[in-house]
């Protein structure tokens, strides 16, 4: 299994150039996703790609429903890590790790799973911390 970034939901729906990868993906293996990057996929489907919100949902609680896709929640441990992981890791100009890519990394580390991104601070930290990574190309094709 592995953990997905918000971005690998973005491409997919926005048939963006990780789209086929990310649909290999979830045909090969269940995948994961923190509420945290469900939620920050949808806004930016929503807001920034201007998709339909039924469209996204349309596409989104198939996968969820029949478990090509789990959303997972964050508890209290994953709140610890992913705050550990911000005040080690974040530099404002270096590495802008937000506070979603944290718990990303949280719950990846916490259950021994990948991550898939194309997020290269997010790459970066999970390499450091021992978490294995799909490096996904980026909404211009170009891979980290």
Same mark, same amino acid.
């Given at each position: 299994?592995?953990? =997905? +970034? ?8 926005? @048939?963006?150039?990780?789209?086929? !990868?990310?649909?290999? /993906?979830?045909?090969?293996? &269940?995948?994961? *996703?923190?509420?945290? @990057? =469900? ?8 807001? *920034?790609?201007? #998709? $339909?919100?039924? !469209?996204?949902?349309?596409? =989104? ?15 209290? !441990?994953?709140?610890? #890590?992913?705050?550990?992981? &911000? ?9 802008? =790790?937000?506070? %979603? +890519?944290? /718990? /990303?990394? %949280? ?5 021994? !799973? ?5 997020? $290269? ?12 990574? *799909?490096? #996904?190309? +980026? ?6």
């Amino acid at each position: 299994m592995t953990f =997905l +970034d918000a971005y690998p939901l973005v491409a997919l729906l926005a @048939n963006e150039p990780a789209a086929a !990868e990310v649909e290999e /993906l979830l045909r090969r293996d &269940r995948a994961s *996703v923190a509420m945290v @990057n =469900l939620c920050e996929a949808i806004d930016v489907c929503q807001r *920034v790609r201007a #998709l $339909p919100a039924g !469209e996204i949902r349309d596409a =989104l609680q198939p996968l969820l429903l029949v478990g090509t896709l789990v959303a997972v929640a964050s508890g209290e !441990e994953e709140a610890w #890590l992913a705050a550990d992981l &911000r005040a080690r890791f974040y530099d404002r100009k270096t590495l802008a =790790l937000s506070l %979603a +890519d944290c /718990l /990303l990394l %949280a719950h990846a580390r916490m259950s021994g !799973e990948d991550v898939a991104t194309s997020d $290269p601070a997010v790459i970066e930290v999970a390499r450091s911390e021992g978490v294995g990574v *799909v490096a #996904l190309p +980026d909404s211009t094709g170009a891979r980290p």
